[in-house]
């Protein structure tokens, strides 16, 4: 079974910097990606960044594009989200996701899912 650990959110103020992780256990391959997605209250769940495990290729959509990276540590099935030039509008639960194939952001590609993150910038 499949279990997706988060860790790092908390309060920032705005243009500051969080690194979120997300730890998979379960895979017996390293032929999945990893997707985050974040959901604020009221909003549509997004899903804006995603990297492939086995060859480190990423999406990033234009709303963090130059703000956000992802990484990946292979041998410790882990995905480091940094997340720097922090706005008001980045406030959300933060959520990753993973599944066997390639990279999406497209939540509906996904059936691993861990149990969010909270993200919050304000001053």
């Known amino acids: 079974q499949v279990r997706l650990v988060e860790s790092g959110g908390g309060l920032v103020q705005p243009g500051g910097s969080l690194r979120l992780s997300c730890a998979a256990s379960?895979?017996?391959?390293?032929?999945?990606?990893i997707g985050w997605f974040r959901q604020a209250p009221g909003k549509a769940r997004e899903g804006f960044i995603c990297?492939?495990?086995?060859?480190?290729?990423?999406q990033v959509e234009d709303s963090v594009k130059g703000r956000f990276t992802i990484s990946r540590d292979v041998a410790k099935n882990t995905v480091d989200l940094q997340m720097n030039q922090l706005e008001p509008d980045d406030t959300a639960t933060y959520f990753c996701?993973?599944?066997?194939?390639?990279?999406?952001?497209?939540?509906?590609?996904?059936?691993?899912w861990g149990q969010g993150t909270q993200v919050t910038v304000s001053s």
């Open positions: 996701a993973a599944d066997l194939g390639r990279c999406s952001v497209i939540a509906a590609a996904f059936r691993a």
């Open positions: 379960g895979f017996t391959t390293n032929a999945y990606s």
């Open positions: 990297i492939t495990m086995s060859d480190g290729k990423t």
